[in-house]
């Protein structure tokens, strides 16, 4: 049983094409035009959300607010409005509108706030057989993939995303592991005018140099030994969409003179054949490494590299997305809800406490295990800090020594350690109660070369 939606605005055109949107997410969906149609709508069927323009040709937003509230006290309903209505839609708030959106309307986002307005309506709801049952309501917020973040570093990212998702800019996200980088390279196809056509996505570090031509570019039946029959590469398979090269920084110095060739050409020929293919893509491309210090050692080809950056997108560690910790926290208790078959209901305030100063070495993809894996241990309806890791345990408590210190002596404090270690880094960082990632990150910044 899906949730049901009411979408309400009298731009026909827009109505109907968010509901096509909405109703490949799974989502049954209901159009109404006007504020006529919407008590209609209201009166014959029950809606788990409404979503309504503000300005309506016979009435507005705020009147079918109020009819809702009066005929189903429960059912979230969220306002659309352009930037001149904001007032009106704060008005809105304190008549009892879950939220609001601005037009234009980012897809994402309002799926985001439709799980959220989902998940509240389901902790209200009683046992009432015309209420969606609980355990649907929470897979359908689960599967709501994006999660936007409210911190200023999530709003530049997506600033950024929003922008350049439109083009044909070749991009190149940076960042560390787990923070993200393949979503971002998703969202960015599924934003972009070729989001109807294939996405690819290669691991480049898992492609051994001897192969990487027939990978990348195909190759013809019997052109080698062991090509037993055609095989369609990477650029041809993404053919008018997008190429995702993930951890671009693991090619080999051969395979990039052939990559780029490919990509300042648009053209390609699969190995064995005497006869070019044309192809139109788009490439975006991933690494944790720094490649221009990777271009000054002589690793990576500065002419790929200026082709793969034509915009860059620096991706941010969780641990400096404080405001969007718990954001992200939350969503994977939904899914790890889901997949175990669990009702945990949220975190104690000493996890809450210890995921905000917790310094998140492996980032969003560490999160996502830690939460899932104290899903599966906890007995109780909240989490507790007895089922997380033990070396998160450990980190609740007094903290690190080099908490202790200030910048001025933090440095020498970080040396007498490495000393002490006889400079082997693991240990010297369980002697600062740190973990290897923060005290390679200390290292860098005050450049101790050791």
Request: aromatic share 6%.
């Amino acid at each position: 049983m899906s949730s049901k939606i009411l979408v309400i605005d009298d731009d026909t055109a827009f109505c109907v094409m968010l509901k096509t949107f909405l109703q490949k997410k799974g989502f049954e969906v209901v159009n109404a035009f006007n504020a006529e149609q919407a008590r209609e709508e209201v009166k014959n069927n029950t809606f788990d959300v409404v979503l309504t323009d503000i300005r309506l040709p016979d009435s507005d937003g705020l009147d079918v607010l109020k009819h809702i509230k009066e005929t189903s006290l429960h059912t979230p309903v969220i306002l659309m409005t352009g930037y001149t209505d904001i007032k009106t839609a704060v008005n809105a708030m304190k008549l009892g509108a879950f939220d609001y959106v601005g037009k234009p309307i980012n897809p994402d986002e309002i799926l985001h706030i439709i799980g959220l307005a989902l998940n509240k309506k389901a902790s209200k709801s009683t046992n009432d057989d015309t209420v969606a049952p609980k355990k649907i309501v929470a897979k359908q917020a689960a599967d709501v993939a994006f999660v936007k973040g409210i911190s200023n570093n999530s709003e530049e990212l997506h600033e950024h995303i929003n922008l350049v998702a439109p083009t044909n800019m070749s991009v190149l996200i940076i960042g560390d592991s787990g923070t993200g980088k393949e979503y971002i390279a998703q969202s960015i196809h599924q934003q972009s005018k070729r989001a109807g056509k294939p996405y690819i996505p290669v691991d480049c570090g898992a492609i051994p140099k001897e192969l990487a031509s027939s990978e990348f570019f195909g190759h013809l039946k019997g052109s080698f030994t062991g090509a037993v029959n055609d095989k369609t590469g990477h650029f041809e398979a993404a053919n008018g969409g997008t190429l995702f090269l993930d951890e671009v920084g693991n090619l080999s110095y051969e395979v990039q003179v052939q990559l780029l060739r490919a990509l300042q050409e648009r053209k390609i020929k699969p190995v064995g054949s005497n006869h070019e293919i044309t192809v139109d893509i788009r490439v975006v491309a991933a690494t944790n490494e720094d490649l221009y210090e990777a271009v000054k050692r002589g690793d990576f080809r500065e002419d790929l590299y200026h082709r793969l950056n034509e915009f860059c997108i620096k991706v941010p560690r969780l641990a400096e997305r404080k405001q969007d910790i718990m954001v992200f926290a939350n969503h994977f208790l939904a899914q790890a809800n889901v997949d175990l078959e669990k009702e945990i209901e949220g975190f104690d305030q000493e996890v809450t406490n210890l995921f905000k100063s917790y310094d998140w070495p492996g980032n969003l993809r560490e999160m996502k295990n830690i939460i899932k894996r104290s899903v599966l241990l906890e007995k109780s309806d909240m989490i507790h800090l007895e089922v997380l890791p033990p070396e998160m345990q450990q980190s609740s408590g007094t903290g690190s020594i080099l908490a202790n210190y200030t910048k001025d002596n933090e440095e020498e404090a970080i040396k007498k350690a490495l000393e002490k270690a006889n400079y082997n880094k693991s240990k010297a960082a369980k002697l600062l109660d740190i973990d290897r990632k923060t005290l390679y990150n200390k290292l860098k910044l005050y450049n101790l070369d050791l």
